[in-house]
């Protein structure tokens, strides 16, 4: 009877001992596969912070060219000599600043929340925890829709 308990006590001794070497193997495992999964978010955030950065600079440059177009058009059309000529050509001048401003403003929405649709994307695909992406930080800063 003491042999057994003996026994049994040695196996179970040596059972103990063999979890803390599984345990290491499995959280050196477990931290080598998170990093993995965090540089994967990283490598999306940064293709998605290439997107945005791309479309803003599409952006500024269709503003600005807005901007001068109207510049030089509102010259031409104080030019003309008659009110009701002056008048027209300001109209059709505000007009088309307008629409080149709201298709601006247009393309840029669409380019940024393309850029996100695809970070989400494949930040999802990464597998990495909630806590890892930076998606609930950014809030309404990000040129608000403006």
């Given at each position: 009877m003491y042999k057994k308990i003996i026994a049994g006590a040695v196996v179970a001794a040596g059972l103990m001992a063999a979890v803390p070497a599984f345990a290491d193997t499995a959280t050196t495992t477990s931290a080598a596969t998170m990093a993995t999964k965090i540089t994967c978010v990283g490598t999306a955030v940064n293709t998605r912070e290439t997107a945005i950065g791309t479309a803003v600079t599409i952006y500024n440059g269709a503003i600005t060219t807005a901007y001068s177009a109207r510049a030089?058009?509102?010259?031409?059309?104080?030019?003309?000599?008659?009110?009701?000529?002056?008048?027209?050509?300001?109209?059709?001048?505000?007009?088309?600043?307008?629409?080149?401003?709201?298709?601006?403003?247009?393309?840029?929405?669409?380019?940024?929340?393309?850029?996100?649709?695809?970070?989400?994307?494949?930040?999802?695909?990464?597998?990495?925890?909630?806590?890892?992406?930076?998606?609930?930080?950014a809030g309404n800063s990000e040129m608000s829709g403006n």
């Open positions: 030089t058009a509102l010259q031409q059309a104080y030019a003309t000599t008659t009110t009701r000529a002056v008048s027209a050509a300001t109209r059709t001048v505000w007009n088309t600043f307008r629409t080149s401003t709201r298709s601006a403003h247009n393309t840029w929405q669409t380019s940024r929340d393309a850029a996100w649709r695809t970070y989400r994307t494949a930040a999802i695909a990464c597998g990495a925890p909630a806590g890892t992406g930076d998606g609930s930080s």
